[in-house]
């Protein structure tokens, strides 16, 4: 939702490009915060985690400049 204001072609070309980028090829969809959250609150000996859900966005390599839609 947060690029649902961009041209179709542009966020597509975004989106593929980070997903390129990340270890697991692929974005994020809300589900996959949702799972997170749901075992933070059901884990009996889990407490005080910092748990990042970013599909590898912290260690990633970065999108190549050369073809990043973002930047044109």
Do not use: W
């Amino acid at each position: 939702e947060r690029f649902d204001h961009m041209d179709r072609d542009r966020k597509d070309a975004m989106l593929a490009n980070t997903a390129a980028s990340l270890p697991l090829k692929k974005v994020g969809r809300p589900e996959d915060i949702g799972e997170a959250i749901y075992y933070l609150a059901t884990a009996p000996f889990v407490c005080g985690v910092v748990l990042d859900v970013d599909g590898g966005h912290s260690i990633r390599q970065y999108a190549n400049p050369n073809n990043d839609p973002m930047r044109k």
